[in-house]
Protein backbone atom coordinates (compact mmCIF):
# COMPACT_ATOMS: atom_id res chain seq x y z
CA UNK A 1 0.00 0.00 0.00
CA UNK A 2 1.31 2.77 -0.96
CA UNK A 3 1.20 6.46 -2.75
CA UNK A 4 3.27 6.66 -6.72
CA UNK A 5 3.56 8.40 -9.41
CA UNK A 6 3.54 6.34 -12.68
CA UNK A 7 3.46 6.94 -16.65
CA UNK A 8 0.61 6.49 -18.79
CA UNK A 9 1.92 4.10 -21.69
CA UNK A 10 -1.37 4.30 -24.16
CA UNK A 11 -4.38 5.63 -23.91
CA UNK A 12 -7.07 3.81 -25.92
CA UNK A 13 -10.78 4.95 -26.48
CA UNK A 14 -12.23 1.40 -26.71
CA UNK A 15 -16.09 2.59 -27.57
CA UNK A 16 -18.78 4.73 -26.90
CA UNK A 17 -16.97 6.49 -23.81
CA UNK A 18 -15.31 3.94 -22.71
CA UNK A 19 -11.79 4.30 -22.16
CA UNK A 20 -8.94 2.31 -21.53
CA UNK A 21 -5.64 3.74 -19.65
CA UNK A 22 -2.41 1.79 -19.61
CA UNK A 23 -0.17 2.55 -16.64
CA UNK A 24 3.60 1.29 -16.27
CA UNK A 25 3.63 0.92 -13.01
CA UNK A 26 6.10 -2.96 -12.07
CA UNK A 27 5.57 -1.83 -8.16
CA UNK A 28 1.47 -1.96 -8.27
CA UNK A 29 1.11 -4.31 -11.49
CA UNK A 30 3.00 -7.04 -9.81
CA UNK A 31 1.32 -7.18 -6.51
CA UNK A 32 -2.92 -6.71 -7.40
CA UNK A 33 -5.26 -8.60 -7.45
CA UNK A 34 -8.17 -8.59 -9.19
CA UNK A 35 -11.15 -6.94 -7.84
CA UNK A 36 -8.76 -4.89 -5.84
CA UNK A 37 -8.82 -1.14 -6.74
CA UNK A 38 -6.27 1.81 -6.88
CA UNK A 39 -7.23 5.77 -6.03
CA UNK A 40 -6.73 8.30 -8.68
CA UNK A 41 -5.66 11.63 -8.24
CA UNK A 42 -6.26 12.82 -11.62
CA UNK A 43 -4.90 16.80 -11.28
CA UNK A 44 -2.36 18.07 -8.78
CA UNK A 45 -5.32 21.59 -8.64
CA UNK A 46 -7.80 21.68 -5.91
CA UNK A 47 -10.88 20.67 -8.20
CA UNK A 48 -11.49 18.14 -8.48
CA UNK A 49 -9.66 17.48 -5.16
CA UNK A 50 -10.75 13.71 -4.02
CA UNK A 51 -8.87 11.30 -5.57
CA UNK A 52 -11.08 8.66 -8.08
CA UNK A 53 -11.38 4.86 -7.14
CA UNK A 54 -10.98 2.40 -10.25
CA UNK A 55 -10.99 -0.99 -10.00
CA UNK A 56 -8.03 -2.76 -11.36
CA UNK A 57 -9.27 -3.87 -15.22
CA UNK A 58 -5.67 -5.83 -15.79
CA UNK A 59 -2.58 -6.34 -14.79
CA UNK A 60 0.48 -7.72 -16.91
CA UNK A 61 3.97 -7.66 -16.52
CA UNK A 62 4.92 -4.02 -15.62
CA UNK A 63 1.49 -2.90 -16.71
CA UNK A 64 -1.67 -2.39 -15.37
CA UNK A 65 -4.89 -0.93 -17.23
CA UNK A 66 -7.70 0.98 -15.91
CA UNK A 67 -11.07 1.09 -17.84
CA UNK A 68 -13.58 3.73 -17.42
CA UNK A 69 -16.18 5.94 -19.06
CA UNK A 70 -16.39 10.01 -18.91
CA UNK A 71 -18.72 10.18 -15.89
CA UNK A 72 -17.53 13.66 -14.33
CA UNK A 73 -14.92 16.44 -14.28
CA UNK A 74 -12.31 13.49 -12.83
CA UNK A 75 -12.65 10.92 -15.90
CA UNK A 76 -12.94 13.69 -18.43
CA UNK A 77 -9.37 15.06 -17.27
CA UNK A 78 -8.60 11.15 -17.37
CA UNK A 79 -9.43 10.53 -20.50
CA UNK A 80 -6.97 13.18 -21.79
CA UNK A 81 -4.47 11.77 -20.61
CA UNK A 82 -1.14 11.01 -23.01
CA UNK A 83 1.85 8.68 -23.24
CA UNK A 84 4.05 9.98 -20.35
CA UNK A 85 2.09 11.81 -18.00
CA UNK A 86 2.22 11.02 -14.91
CA UNK A 87 -0.72 9.48 -12.96
CA UNK A 88 -0.86 9.78 -8.75
CA UNK A 89 -2.16 6.77 -7.92
CA UNK A 90 -2.95 5.23 -4.14
CA UNK A 91 -2.80 1.27 -4.46
CA UNK A 92 -3.31 -1.29 -4.09
CA UNK A 93 -6.67 -1.07 -1.96
CA UNK A 94 -9.22 -3.55 -0.73
CA UNK A 95 -9.44 -7.08 -0.39
CA UNK A 96 -9.54 -8.72 -4.34
CA UNK A 97 -11.69 -11.56 -5.17
CA UNK A 98 -11.23 -15.15 -3.92
CA UNK A 99 -9.94 -17.27 -6.60
CA UNK A 100 -8.70 -20.22 -4.71
CA UNK A 101 -11.38 -21.65 -2.93
CA UNK A 102 -12.88 -24.82 -4.44
CA UNK A 103 -14.95 -24.32 -7.75
CA UNK A 104 -14.82 -25.91 -11.69
CA UNK A 105 -16.51 -22.85 -13.62
CA UNK A 106 -16.65 -19.22 -12.97
CA UNK A 107 -19.81 -17.70 -14.08
CA UNK A 108 -19.02 -13.41 -14.69
CA UNK A 109 -22.04 -11.45 -14.34
CA UNK A 110 -21.42 -7.67 -15.53
CA UNK A 111 -23.54 -4.64 -16.04
CA UNK A 112 -22.53 -2.06 -17.75
CA UNK A 113 -18.91 -0.65 -16.74
CA UNK A 114 -19.20 -3.20 -14.17
CA UNK A 115 -17.07 -5.20 -16.73
CA UNK A 116 -13.79 -3.53 -15.48
CA UNK A 117 -12.34 -6.01 -13.01
CA UNK A 118 -13.14 -8.95 -15.15
CA UNK A 119 -10.19 -8.89 -18.01
CA UNK A 120 -7.97 -9.58 -14.78
CA UNK A 121 -10.05 -11.98 -13.02
CA UNK A 122 -10.69 -14.08 -16.65
CA UNK A 123 -7.12 -13.84 -17.42
CA UNK A 124 -6.02 -14.87 -13.50
CA UNK A 125 -8.25 -18.19 -13.59
CA UNK A 126 -6.11 -20.70 -14.56
CA UNK A 127 -6.82 -22.78 -17.65
CA UNK A 128 -8.66 -26.30 -16.18
CA UNK A 129 -11.53 -23.62 -15.18
CA UNK A 130 -14.43 -23.09 -17.39
CA UNK A 131 -16.03 -19.58 -17.82
CA UNK A 132 -19.10 -18.16 -18.58
CA UNK A 133 -19.75 -14.45 -18.83
CA UNK A 134 -23.05 -12.47 -18.41
CA UNK A 135 -22.95 -8.93 -19.71
CA UNK A 136 -25.43 -6.67 -19.26
CA UNK A 137 -27.06 -2.86 -20.55
CA UNK A 138 -29.12 -0.86 -20.84
CA UNK A 139 -28.19 -0.93 -24.92
CA UNK A 140 -26.11 -2.15 -27.18
CA UNK A 141 -23.90 0.76 -26.23
CA UNK A 142 -23.39 -0.07 -22.79
CA UNK A 143 -21.96 -3.92 -23.57
CA UNK A 144 -18.30 -3.71 -23.12
CA UNK A 145 -16.64 -7.26 -24.20
CA UNK A 146 -13.15 -6.55 -23.92
CA UNK A 147 -10.90 -9.27 -22.26
CA UNK A 148 -14.08 -11.50 -21.83
CA UNK A 149 -14.81 -14.81 -22.67
CA UNK A 150 -17.66 -17.01 -23.87
CA UNK A 151 -19.95 -14.24 -23.66
CA UNK A 152 -23.64 -14.22 -23.46
CA UNK A 153 -25.51 -10.93 -23.70
CA UNK A 154 -28.64 -9.32 -22.44
CA UNK A 155 -30.25 -5.41 -23.00
CA UNK A 156 -32.74 -3.47 -21.79
CA UNK A 157 -34.08 -2.79 -24.80
CA UNK A 158 -33.44 -5.99 -27.21
CA UNK A 159 -31.15 -4.10 -29.37
CA UNK A 160 -28.27 -6.75 -28.79
CA UNK A 161 -29.00 -10.64 -27.31
CA UNK A 162 -31.31 -11.43 -24.80
CA UNK A 163 -34.05 -8.62 -24.70
CA UNK A 164 -34.31 -7.90 -20.27
CA UNK A 165 -32.04 -7.91 -17.37
CA UNK A 166 -28.55 -10.22 -17.30
CA UNK A 167 -30.20 -12.25 -14.50
CA UNK A 168 -33.12 -13.03 -16.27
CA UNK A 169 -30.82 -14.18 -18.86
CA UNK A 170 -28.62 -16.18 -16.21
CA UNK A 171 -31.68 -17.90 -14.88
CA UNK A 172 -32.86 -18.82 -18.27
CA UNK A 173 -29.18 -20.43 -19.03
CA UNK A 174 -28.75 -21.75 -15.89
CA UNK A 175 -29.52 -25.00 -16.24
CA UNK A 176 -27.42 -25.29 -19.54
CA UNK A 177 -24.20 -24.51 -17.57
CA UNK A 178 -22.34 -28.05 -16.88
CA UNK A 179 -20.64 -27.66 -13.90
CA UNK A 180 -19.86 -29.76 -10.52
CA UNK A 181 -19.17 -26.96 -8.44
CA UNK A 182 -19.71 -23.60 -10.03
CA UNK A 183 -18.75 -19.72 -8.27
CA UNK A 184 -20.59 -16.44 -9.48
CA UNK A 185 -18.65 -12.91 -9.72
CA UNK A 186 -20.76 -10.18 -10.59
CA UNK A 187 -19.98 -6.21 -10.63
CA UNK A 188 -22.59 -3.85 -12.27
CA UNK A 189 -25.79 -1.27 -10.47
CA UNK A 190 -27.23 -2.51 -7.30
CA UNK A 191 -30.42 -3.36 -8.74
CA UNK A 192 -28.99 -6.03 -10.38
CA UNK A 193 -26.59 -7.06 -7.59
CA UNK A 194 -29.85 -7.21 -5.51
CA UNK A 195 -31.95 -9.86 -8.29
CA UNK A 196 -28.52 -11.58 -8.47
CA UNK A 197 -28.76 -12.32 -4.34
CA UNK A 198 -31.96 -13.46 -4.43
CA UNK A 199 -30.70 -16.13 -7.67
CA UNK A 200 -27.81 -17.16 -6.03
CA UNK A 201 -29.84 -18.06 -2.46
CA UNK A 202 -32.67 -19.49 -4.11
CA UNK A 203 -30.13 -21.95 -6.41
CA UNK A 204 -27.67 -21.80 -3.50
CA UNK A 205 -24.58 -20.48 -5.30
CA UNK A 206 -21.24 -19.05 -4.45
CA UNK A 207 -21.38 -15.71 -5.45
CA UNK A 208 -18.71 -12.69 -4.82
CA UNK A 209 -19.41 -9.29 -5.59
CA UNK A 210 -17.94 -6.38 -5.75
CA UNK A 211 -19.42 -2.90 -4.58
CA UNK A 212 -19.06 0.52 -4.91
CA UNK A 213 -19.69 3.61 -3.04
CA UNK A 214 -18.23 7.08 -2.95
CA UNK A 215 -15.21 7.69 -0.93
CA UNK A 216 -12.75 10.09 -0.14
CA UNK A 217 -9.81 8.05 1.45
CA UNK A 218 -9.62 4.45 -0.37
CA UNK A 219 -8.31 3.09 2.98
CA UNK A 220 -10.33 3.41 6.16
CA UNK A 221 -9.64 6.53 7.42
CA UNK A 222 -12.46 8.49 6.55
CA UNK A 223 -15.56 6.06 7.19
CA UNK A 224 -17.14 7.24 4.17
CA UNK A 225 -18.50 4.33 2.15
CA UNK A 226 -20.30 2.29 4.50
CA UNK A 227 -22.61 -0.73 3.18
CA UNK A 228 -24.90 -2.62 5.43
CA UNK A 229 -23.75 -5.70 6.96
CA UNK A 230 -25.81 -8.71 7.76
CA UNK A 231 -22.99 -9.88 9.85
CA UNK A 232 -22.67 -7.63 12.00
CA UNK A 233 -25.79 -5.30 11.83
CA UNK A 234 -24.56 -3.20 14.81
CA UNK A 235 -21.80 -1.97 12.87
CA UNK A 236 -21.33 -1.04 8.98
CA UNK A 237 -18.40 -2.45 6.73
CA UNK A 238 -16.47 -0.49 4.66
CA UNK A 239 -16.59 -0.76 1.02
CA UNK A 240 -12.68 0.35 0.97
CA UNK A 241 -11.43 -1.88 3.66
CA UNK A 242 -13.59 -4.94 4.54
CA UNK A 243 -14.70 -5.35 0.69
CA UNK A 244 -14.95 -4.05 -2.17
CA UNK A 245 -15.17 -7.65 -2.85
CA UNK A 246 -18.38 -9.60 -0.37
CA UNK A 247 -19.78 -12.52 -0.46
CA UNK A 248 -23.74 -11.35 -1.69
CA UNK A 249 -24.89 -13.33 1.21
CA UNK A 250 -22.73 -10.69 3.90
CA UNK A 251 -24.37 -7.30 2.63
CA UNK A 252 -27.65 -5.91 2.75
CA UNK A 253 -28.21 -5.00 -0.71
CA UNK B 1 19.29 19.26 15.82
CA UNK B 2 16.76 21.28 14.02
CA UNK B 3 17.88 24.41 13.23
CA UNK B 4 14.70 26.12 14.11
CA UNK B 5 12.68 25.62 17.25
CA UNK B 6 9.44 24.12 15.79
CA UNK B 7 7.97 23.61 19.40
CA UNK B 8 4.60 24.80 20.76
CA UNK B 9 3.07 24.83 23.10
CA UNK B 10 -0.93 24.21 24.25
CA UNK B 11 -1.68 25.31 27.64
CA UNK B 12 0.64 23.33 29.30
CA UNK B 13 0.82 20.56 26.14
CA UNK B 14 4.44 20.98 24.88
CA UNK B 15 4.14 19.63 20.83
CA UNK B 16 7.23 18.80 19.14
CA UNK B 17 5.82 21.02 15.91
CA UNK B 18 2.94 22.58 15.60
CA UNK B 19 1.27 20.16 12.73
CA UNK B 20 -1.41 18.01 14.32
CA UNK B 21 -3.96 15.50 12.08
CA UNK B 22 -7.05 16.24 13.08
CA UNK B 23 -10.13 14.02 14.35
CA UNK B 24 -12.10 12.21 11.81
CA UNK B 25 -9.08 12.10 8.96
CA UNK B 26 -6.81 9.75 10.91
CA UNK B 27 -8.97 6.94 12.24
CA UNK B 28 -7.34 5.65 15.20
CA UNK B 29 -3.90 6.36 13.74
CA UNK B 30 -3.32 2.49 12.17
CA UNK B 31 -3.77 3.35 8.49
CA UNK B 32 -2.29 6.90 8.06
CA UNK B 33 0.63 5.50 9.89
CA UNK B 34 1.77 3.37 6.67
CA UNK B 35 1.94 6.54 4.78
CA UNK B 36 3.60 9.29 7.85
CA UNK B 37 5.93 8.77 10.61
CA UNK B 38 3.99 9.37 13.69
CA UNK B 39 6.94 10.55 15.98
CA UNK B 40 7.43 13.34 13.71
CA UNK B 41 4.14 14.65 13.86
CA UNK B 42 3.00 17.43 16.74
CA UNK B 43 0.11 14.98 17.81
CA UNK B 44 -2.51 13.44 16.93
CA UNK B 45 -6.16 13.66 17.34
CA UNK B 46 -8.45 10.68 17.29
CA UNK B 47 -11.54 10.00 15.68
CA UNK B 48 -14.63 11.56 18.18
CA UNK B 49 -15.35 8.52 20.72
CA UNK B 50 -18.70 8.49 22.21
CA UNK B 51 -19.65 6.51 25.52
CA UNK B 52 -21.00 3.67 23.68
CA UNK B 53 -19.95 2.81 19.96
CA UNK B 54 -22.27 4.70 17.59
CA UNK B 55 -22.98 3.10 14.09
CA UNK B 56 -23.10 6.29 11.67
CA UNK B 57 -25.08 7.74 9.22
CA UNK B 58 -26.65 5.08 6.00
CA UNK B 59 -24.93 5.93 3.03
CA UNK B 60 -23.78 8.46 0.97
CA UNK B 61 -21.74 9.62 3.35
CA UNK B 62 -19.08 11.68 1.56
CA UNK B 63 -20.21 14.04 -1.90
CA UNK B 64 -17.10 15.95 -3.52
CA UNK B 65 -17.69 19.50 -3.81
CA UNK B 66 -15.59 22.66 -5.41
CA UNK B 67 -12.82 22.53 -4.04
CA UNK B 68 -13.92 20.74 -0.99
CA UNK B 69 -16.30 17.64 0.19
CA UNK B 70 -19.30 17.15 2.23
CA UNK B 71 -19.83 14.41 4.70
CA UNK B 72 -21.96 13.01 6.83
CA UNK B 73 -20.12 9.97 8.91
CA UNK B 74 -22.31 10.81 12.11
CA UNK B 75 -19.59 10.63 14.45
CA UNK B 76 -19.42 6.05 13.64
CA UNK B 77 -17.10 5.19 16.49
CA UNK B 78 -15.77 2.09 18.47
CA UNK B 79 -17.11 4.02 21.78
CA UNK B 80 -14.52 4.56 24.83
CA UNK B 81 -14.25 0.74 25.99
CA UNK B 82 -13.30 -0.43 22.98
CA UNK B 83 -10.48 2.48 22.06
CA UNK B 84 -9.13 1.75 25.41
CA UNK B 85 -9.05 -2.09 24.90
CA UNK B 86 -8.15 -2.16 21.13
CA UNK B 87 -7.02 0.73 19.78
CA UNK B 88 -4.60 2.11 22.42
CA UNK B 89 -2.12 -0.25 22.61
CA UNK B 90 -1.06 0.42 18.98
CA UNK B 91 -1.17 3.85 19.77
CA UNK B 92 1.04 3.77 22.67
CA UNK B 93 3.77 2.47 19.88
CA UNK B 94 4.53 5.87 19.27
CA UNK B 95 6.51 8.92 20.54
CA UNK B 96 3.56 11.33 19.61
CA UNK B 97 1.29 13.47 21.52
CA UNK B 98 -2.64 11.80 21.49
CA UNK B 99 -5.32 13.67 21.67
CA UNK B 100 -8.35 12.28 22.19
CA UNK B 101 -11.53 13.66 20.50
CA UNK B 102 -14.94 13.19 22.49
CA UNK B 103 -18.44 13.66 21.15
CA UNK B 104 -21.45 13.32 22.95
CA UNK B 105 -25.50 13.79 23.50
CA UNK B 106 -25.65 15.08 27.07
CA UNK B 107 -22.66 17.10 29.09
CA UNK B 108 -22.79 14.15 31.17
CA UNK B 109 -21.82 11.60 28.57
CA UNK B 110 -19.00 14.49 28.07
CA UNK B 111 -18.17 14.02 31.41
CA UNK B 112 -18.17 9.90 31.59
CA UNK B 113 -16.01 9.97 28.65
CA UNK B 114 -13.47 12.13 29.89
CA UNK B 115 -13.08 10.52 33.25
CA UNK B 116 -12.74 7.46 31.95
CA UNK B 117 -10.36 8.33 29.37
CA UNK B 118 -8.04 10.85 31.59
CA UNK B 119 -6.98 7.51 33.64
CA UNK B 120 -5.16 6.67 30.17
CA UNK B 121 -1.95 7.83 30.54
CA UNK B 122 -1.44 7.78 27.17
CA UNK B 123 -3.87 10.59 26.44
CA UNK B 124 -1.96 13.95 26.79
CA UNK B 125 -5.27 16.34 26.29
CA UNK B 126 -8.43 16.12 25.06
CA UNK B 127 -10.60 18.04 22.39
CA UNK B 128 -14.21 18.50 23.18
CA UNK B 129 -16.65 18.19 19.64
CA UNK B 130 -19.29 20.77 20.66
CA UNK B 131 -19.64 20.86 16.96
CA UNK B 132 -20.44 18.49 14.86
CA UNK B 133 -22.92 19.18 12.06
CA UNK B 134 -24.26 15.79 12.04
CA UNK B 135 -25.70 14.14 14.74
CA UNK B 136 -29.28 14.90 16.17
CA UNK B 137 -28.34 15.67 19.61
CA UNK B 138 -25.16 17.15 20.81
CA UNK B 139 -23.42 18.53 17.89
CA UNK B 140 -24.07 21.75 17.04
CA UNK B 141 -27.50 22.02 19.79
CA UNK B 142 -24.23 22.47 21.50
CA UNK B 143 -21.77 24.57 19.77
CA UNK B 144 -24.47 26.89 18.78
CA UNK B 145 -24.90 28.17 22.61
CA UNK B 146 -22.64 29.55 24.36
CA UNK B 147 -23.97 28.93 27.82
CA UNK B 148 -24.38 25.33 26.91
CA UNK B 149 -20.24 25.59 26.00
CA UNK B 150 -19.45 27.13 28.97
CA UNK B 151 -21.01 24.51 31.24
CA UNK B 152 -19.66 21.50 29.05
CA UNK B 153 -16.06 23.21 29.76
CA UNK B 154 -16.18 24.07 33.22
CA UNK B 155 -17.71 20.13 33.76
CA UNK B 156 -15.22 19.07 31.67
CA UNK B 157 -12.36 20.70 33.23
CA UNK B 158 -13.63 19.75 36.61
CA UNK B 159 -13.38 15.67 35.10
CA UNK B 160 -9.64 15.91 34.27
CA UNK B 161 -5.99 17.47 35.00
CA UNK B 162 -5.67 17.51 31.67
CA UNK B 163 -5.69 20.28 29.08
CA UNK B 164 -8.88 20.46 27.14
CA UNK B 165 -9.50 22.23 24.03
CA UNK B 166 -12.46 23.15 22.37
CA UNK B 167 -13.29 22.54 19.16
CA UNK B 168 -16.13 25.32 17.89
CA UNK B 169 -18.01 25.81 15.51
CA UNK B 170 -18.13 28.40 12.83
CA UNK B 171 -21.88 28.03 12.12
CA UNK B 172 -21.70 31.13 14.65
CA UNK B 173 -22.29 34.77 14.05
CA UNK B 174 -19.71 35.38 16.85
CA UNK B 175 -16.66 32.79 17.10
CA UNK B 176 -15.14 35.25 19.69
CA UNK B 177 -17.87 34.95 21.79
CA UNK B 178 -17.43 31.12 22.47
CA UNK B 179 -13.95 31.39 22.64
CA UNK B 180 -14.03 33.57 25.52
CA UNK B 181 -16.68 31.84 27.27
CA UNK B 182 -13.91 28.87 26.85
CA UNK B 183 -11.32 30.98 28.22
CA UNK B 184 -13.77 32.08 31.14
CA UNK B 185 -14.56 28.34 32.55
CA UNK B 186 -11.10 27.44 32.03
CA UNK B 187 -10.23 25.74 29.05
CA UNK B 188 -7.28 25.77 27.97
CA UNK B 189 -7.65 25.98 23.79
CA UNK B 190 -9.45 26.60 20.90
CA UNK B 191 -9.76 24.58 17.60
CA UNK B 192 -11.12 26.31 15.17
CA UNK B 193 -13.13 25.63 12.66
CA UNK B 194 -14.96 22.59 12.38
CA UNK B 195 -16.65 22.10 9.02
CA UNK B 196 -19.42 24.43 7.63
CA UNK B 197 -22.84 23.11 7.24
CA UNK B 198 -23.82 22.50 3.62
CA UNK B 199 -25.81 20.47 1.32
CA UNK B 200 -25.93 19.30 -2.19
CA UNK B 201 -28.73 17.58 -4.46
CA UNK B 202 -29.43 15.37 -7.80
CA UNK B 203 -30.66 17.27 -10.49
CA UNK B 204 -32.42 14.05 -11.75
CA UNK B 205 -33.82 12.43 -8.49
CA UNK B 206 -34.02 15.87 -6.53
CA UNK B 207 -32.72 14.42 -3.69
CA UNK B 208 -30.18 15.22 -1.47
CA UNK B 209 -27.10 13.60 -2.77
CA UNK B 210 -26.19 13.31 1.21
CA UNK B 211 -28.48 10.85 3.33
CA UNK B 212 -28.24 13.11 6.33
CA UNK B 213 -29.06 16.01 3.88
CA UNK B 214 -26.96 18.09 5.66
CA UNK B 215 -23.28 17.69 5.42
CA UNK B 216 -19.89 19.41 7.19
CA UNK B 217 -18.15 21.44 4.58
CA UNK B 218 -14.42 20.93 4.73
CA UNK B 219 -11.32 21.65 1.94
CA UNK B 220 -9.75 24.55 0.60
CA UNK B 221 -13.59 25.83 0.04
CA UNK B 222 -13.44 26.63 3.61
CA UNK B 223 -9.94 28.25 4.08
CA UNK B 224 -10.53 31.88 4.54
CA UNK B 225 -13.80 31.71 6.42
CA UNK B 226 -11.22 29.78 9.02
CA UNK B 227 -9.04 31.95 8.94
CA UNK B 228 -11.43 35.22 9.14
CA UNK B 229 -12.35 32.99 12.41
CA UNK B 230 -9.48 32.49 13.57
CA UNK B 231 -8.08 35.67 13.14
CA UNK B 232 -11.58 36.99 15.35
CA UNK B 233 -10.59 34.51 17.77
CA UNK B 234 -6.85 36.09 17.92
CA UNK B 235 -7.93 40.11 18.28
CA UNK B 236 -10.64 39.22 20.58
CA UNK B 237 -9.51 36.83 23.48
CA UNK B 238 -6.40 35.82 24.91
CA UNK B 239 -6.16 31.62 24.67
CA UNK B 240 -3.91 29.28 22.43
CA UNK B 241 -6.31 28.49 19.25
CA UNK B 242 -5.53 25.64 16.81
CA UNK B 243 -5.89 26.58 13.37
CA UNK B 244 -7.93 24.01 10.99
CA UNK B 245 -9.74 24.44 7.68
CA UNK B 246 -8.57 23.73 4.48
CA UNK B 247 -4.96 23.44 4.88
CA UNK B 248 -3.23 21.97 1.75
CA UNK B 249 0.26 22.71 2.21
CA UNK B 250 2.93 24.81 4.49
CA UNK B 251 1.68 27.81 2.88
CA UNK B 252 -1.69 27.64 4.24
CA UNK B 253 -0.09 26.26 7.77
CA UNK B 254 2.16 30.27 7.45
CA UNK B 255 -0.78 32.08 6.56
CA UNK B 256 -2.72 30.50 9.53
CA UNK B 257 -0.20 30.95 12.20
CA UNK B 258 0.02 34.96 11.16
CA UNK B 259 -4.04 34.75 11.53
CA UNK B 260 -3.32 33.74 15.22
CA UNK B 261 -3.07 30.28 15.48
CA UNK B 262 -0.49 28.67 17.69
CA UNK B 263 -0.49 25.45 15.86
CA UNK B 264 -2.92 23.66 13.02
CA UNK B 265 -4.81 20.71 12.49
CA UNK B 266 -4.56 18.75 8.67
CA UNK B 267 -8.11 17.25 7.80
CA UNK B 268 -9.08 16.74 4.15
CA UNK B 269 -5.40 16.68 2.75
CA UNK B 270 -4.97 13.11 4.62
CA UNK B 271 -7.58 11.78 2.72
CA UNK B 272 -5.75 13.05 -0.69
CA UNK B 273 -2.14 12.42 0.20
CA UNK B 274 -1.81 10.77 3.71
CA UNK B 275 1.62 11.81 3.64
CA UNK B 276 1.54 15.17 3.67
CA UNK B 277 1.95 16.04 7.21
CA UNK B 278 5.68 15.13 6.75
CA UNK B 279 6.61 16.96 3.85
CA UNK B 280 4.52 20.16 5.31
CA UNK B 281 6.61 19.55 8.27
CA UNK B 282 10.08 19.54 6.39
CA UNK B 283 8.33 22.51 4.57
CA UNK B 284 7.32 24.51 7.69
CA UNK B 285 11.71 24.25 8.41
CA UNK B 286 13.03 25.31 5.02
CA UNK B 287 10.82 28.19 5.22
CA UNK B 288 12.00 29.51 8.88
CA UNK B 289 15.65 29.20 7.77
CA UNK B 290 15.11 31.18 4.81
CA UNK B 291 13.20 34.02 6.71
CA UNK B 292 15.72 33.83 9.64
CA UNK B 293 12.59 32.92 12.10
CA UNK B 294 14.49 31.25 14.74
CA UNK B 295 11.40 30.32 16.76
CA UNK B 296 7.97 29.09 14.93
CA UNK B 297 5.75 30.84 17.88
CA UNK B 298 7.59 34.54 16.53
CA UNK B 299 4.99 33.30 13.75
CA UNK B 300 1.98 33.68 15.51
CA UNK B 301 -0.34 36.52 15.74
CA UNK B 302 2.03 37.87 13.72
CA UNK B 303 -0.57 39.87 11.53
CA UNK B 304 0.23 43.28 9.94
CA UNK B 305 -2.97 44.90 10.10
Not at chain 1, 1 to 24: M, R
Not at chain 2, 170 to 184: D, L
Request: aromatic fraction near 8%; proline fraction near 5%.
Amino acid sequence: LFITKAPVEKSIELDHNIYLLKIFCPEISHIIKPGQFLNIRVSESMYPLLRRPFSVCDAENDYFYLMFNIFGEGTRILSRKHKGDLIDILGPLGNGFNLNDNFDTAVIVAGGLGAAPFPYLTRSLDNEKKIYTFIGGRTHQDIIKYGMKNIHVSTDNGSEGFKGTIVQLLEKEFSSIESKKLKIFACGPNPMLSALKTFCIKNSVECEVSAECAMACGFGICQGCPIESTVHPETYYLVCKDGPIFNVKDIAI
Amino acid sequence: MSKVDLSVNIGSLKLRNPILLASGTVGYGNEISEFTDLNGLGAIITKSLSLKPRKGNPPQRIVETAAGMLNAIGLANVGVEVFLKEKIPFLKKFDVPLICNIAASTVEEYVECTKILTEEETIKAFEINVSCPNVREGGLQFGNDVSKVKEITQKVKEATDKPVIIKLSPNVSYISEFAKAVKEEGGDAVSAINTLVGTSFDIVTRKPKIFNVNGGLSGPAIKPVALAKVLEISRNVDIPVIGIGGIMNWKDVIEFMIAGASAIQLGTINFIDPSAAGKIIKELEEYCVKYNIDKITDLTASYKL
